[in-house]
């Protein structure tokens, strides 16, 4: 693991949605996801680039539950795009839920992807929307830097940090998930399920103490 010990100026730390709503108290809880601050903090310091995503729905969101009259809470629908998870209503763009943790520390991240802002089509990964030909532009930004090698960190694993490593995969760029820098929702099986697909892309599950 000596290789992945220096972070040179073509890696990139992603950090995935470490938002209010995902932490203990929020509308959205992720089990134990405020463990992962300090940890990704330790990481943010190390790294020279820096992203960081955030949720950013806008009220009446089509992933809502509350969208949907008589649907419940952790449905799946079948969207036009797709099987659609209805959450809880969450990072509602302006509010307190939707604002990063105040005690992430990240100071010289140089872009924020918002993502799920269009009202009627979720966006789970990074790059992607969920109709899975809808942009976010990161990478384009990713290319544009240099940036070939990404590691990444946050909420919630088994969905936004799976699809993202992913996507990032797909595009063409080396994938790495920092594992106990994430903590999962494992709705339904979702964290097997991410485990089993990350492995099928050659996707490296990673713990800090193999490279810090």
Known sequence: ????ATFSDNDALIVVDVQNDFC??????????????????SLAARFHNVVLTQDWHPQGHSSFASTHP????????????????????????GSSGAQFHQALRAPHAALIVRKGFRRDIDSYSAFYENDRRTPTGLTGYLRERGLTRLF???????????????DARR???????????????????????THASLSKLGIP???????I
């Open 205 to 211: 599950c990673l713990r800090t103490s193999e490279f």
């Open 171 to 193: 595009q063409g760029f080396d994938a790495f998930v920092v594992e106990d820098a994430c903590r999962a929702i494992d709705l339904e099986g979702s964290l097997t399920a």
């Open 70 to 93: 008589g649907r419940r809470l952790f449905e799946t629908i079948a969207a036009p795009y797709g099987p659609q998870v209805l959450w809880p209503d969450h990072c509602v763009q």
């Open 152 to 166: 990444f960190a946050g909420l919630a694993l088994d969905f936004c940090v799976r699809y993202s490593a992913e």
């Open 24 to 41: 203990p108290g929020g509308a959205l809880a992720v089990p134990r996801a405020d463990e992962v601050i300090p940890i990704v903090n």
């Open 1 to 4: 693991m000596s290789e992945r």
